[in-house]
Nanobody, 123 residues
Framework: QVQLVESGGGLVQAGGSLRLSCAAS????????MGWFRQAPGKEREFVAA????????YYADSVKGRFTISRDNAKSTAYLQMNSLKPEDTAVYYC????????????????WGQGTQVTVSS
């Protein structure tokens, strides 16, 4: 069982930055691919970014490529999402997720989910 707790959300002006964190319980964090997803009101949950357990491979949605960076610190069992040049359309609840696999997955087929953290970008 893995528990995930996100933090770092908030209100920011367009063009600003936020860094989300996802703290995981358990001792096998490095075996999990970690993903970030987001869900805006009235919309389906969508993929944002993913990183493999080793941290050597990452993948991004086209909408955030070049602006967001996913990373992880396996010693701290924590994943991060650095979000720069934020836009109003980035407003959503952001979720981190863990999948016991080396495969980067862009669907919601993850094993564990956090409770989400709200990100609001004002224009």
């Amino acid at each position: 069982q893995v528990q995930l707790v996100e933090s770092g959300g908030g209100l920011v002006q367009a063009g600003g930055s936020l860094r989300l964190s996802c703290a995981a319980s358990g001792r096998t964090f490095s075996r999990y691919t970690m993903g970030w997803f987001r869900q805006a009101p009235g919309k389906e949950r969508e993929f944002v970014a993913a990183i493999r357990g080793s941290g050597g491979n990452t993948y991004y949605a086209d909408s955030v490529k070049g602006r967001f960076t996913i990373s992880r610190d396996n010693a701290k069992s924590t994943a991060y999402l650095q979000m720069n040049s934020l836009k109003p359309e980035d407003t959503a609840v952001y979720y981190c997720a863990a999948r016991y696999s080396i495969v980067l997955v862009t669907t919601t087929d993850y094993d564990y989910w956090g409770q989400g953290t709200q990100v609001t970008v004002s224009s």
